[in-house]
C-alpha cells in the first residue's frame, strides 16, 4: 500500500508542478511571440493554448505513474477526437480559414470588398466569420471557409492627387 500511496503522491507532484511549469512557458512563449511579426489574435491564441497542453501532457504523465494502461486512454481519447472532429468537421474548417485570413490579412475592416459574390464594406473579420455590411444597410455573415474558398475582389481605393498651382 505504501508503493501506491507514493506513486499517488508522485502523480500529484507532476500535476501540481505542471500548474505552476505551463504558466511559466505560456510566459516564455508571448514573450517570444511578442518579438515576431505574428498577428496579436494569433499570438494570443497560442499563449492561451499552451497551459492546458502542458497540464494535459502532465495528467498523462501522470496517469501513467500511478500503473493506468496509457494506450487504452489514448485509443478512448483518439476514438473521443474522431467523433468530436466529424461533429465539428463545419465550424474547425471556418476556424482554419480564419487563421488563414488573419495570416494573410487580404483586406482589412473598412475596405470595401465583394467575398462570395456579395459586395459590402468590411465590418468585422473574426475566427468563424467576416461581417459586411451591404450598400441598402443589410448585414451579412458569411463563414470563413466560404470566403477562402471563392474569388475575392477588394477595391483599392484611388490615390488622392494634389495638383500643383
Given at each position: 500500500?505504501?508503493?501506491?500511496?507514493?506513486?499517488?503522491?508522485?502523480?500529484?507532484?507532476?500535476?501540481?508542478?505542471?500548474?505552476?511549469?505551463?504558466?511559466?512557458?505560456?510566459?516564455?512563449?508571448?514573450?517570444?511571440?511578442?518579438?515576431?511579426?505574428?498577428?496579436?489574435?494569433?499570438?494570443?491564441?497560442?499563449?492561451?493554448?499552451?497551459?492546458?497542453?502542458?497540464?494535459?501532457?502532465?495528467?498523462?504523465?501522470?496517469?501513467?505513474?500511478?500503473?493506468?494502461?496509457?494506450?487504452?486512454?489514448?485509443?478512448?481519447?483518439?476514438?473521443?477526437?474522431?467523433?468530436?472532429?466529424?461533429?465539428?468537421?463545419?465550424?474547425?474548417?471556418?476556424?482554419?480559414?480564419?487563421?488563414?485570413?488573419?495570416?494573410?490579412?487580404?483586406?482589412?475592416?473598412?475596405?470595401?470588398?465583394?467575398?462570395?459574390?456579395?459586395e459590402g464594406?468590411?465590418v468585422g473579420?473574426g475566427w468563424?466569420?467576416?461581417?459586411?455590411?451591404?450598400?441598402?444597410?443589410?448585414?451579412?455573415?458569411?463563414?470563413?471557409?466560404?470566403?477562402?474558398?471563392?474569388?475575392?475582389?477588394?477595391?483599392?481605393?484611388?490615390?488622392?492627387?494634389?495638383?500643383?498651382?
Amino acid at each position: 500500500m505504501s508503493a501506491f500511496l507514493w506513486d499517488l503522491l508522485s502523480a500529484a507532484a507532476i500535476v501540481g508542478a505542471s500548474l505552476f511549469v505551463g504558466g511559466w512557458i505560456a510566459g516564455i512563449v508571448g514573450s517570444v511571440l511578442a518579438q515576431t511579426r505574428v498577428d496579436p489574435m494569433v499570438r494570443a491564441l497560442l499563449v492561451r493554448l499552451t497551459k492546458p497542453l502542458v497540464i494535459g501532457i502532465a495528467i498523462v504523465a501522470a496517469l501513467s505513474q500511478i500503473g493506468v494502461d496509457i494506450r487504452v486512454l489514448l485509443a478512448i481519447l483518439a476514438a473521443g477526437a474522431l467523433a468530436v472532429g466529424l461533429a465539428l468537421q463545419g465550424p474547425v474548417a471556418n476556424l482554419i480559414a480564419g487563421g488563414i485570413l488573419f495570416s494573410r490579412r487580404p483586406f482589412r475592416v473598412g475596405d470595401r470588398v465583394e467575398l462570395a459574390g456579395i459586395e459590402g464594406t468590411v465590418v468585422g473579420i473574426g475566427w468563424l466569420s467576416v461581417l459586411l455590411d451591404e450598400a441598402d444597410g443589410t448585414r451579412v455573415v458569411l463563414p470563413n471557409r466560404t470566403v477562402t474558398a471563392q474569388p475575392m475582389r477588394i477595391r483599392i481605393p484611388e490615390p488622392e492627387t494634389t495638383e500643383m498651382p
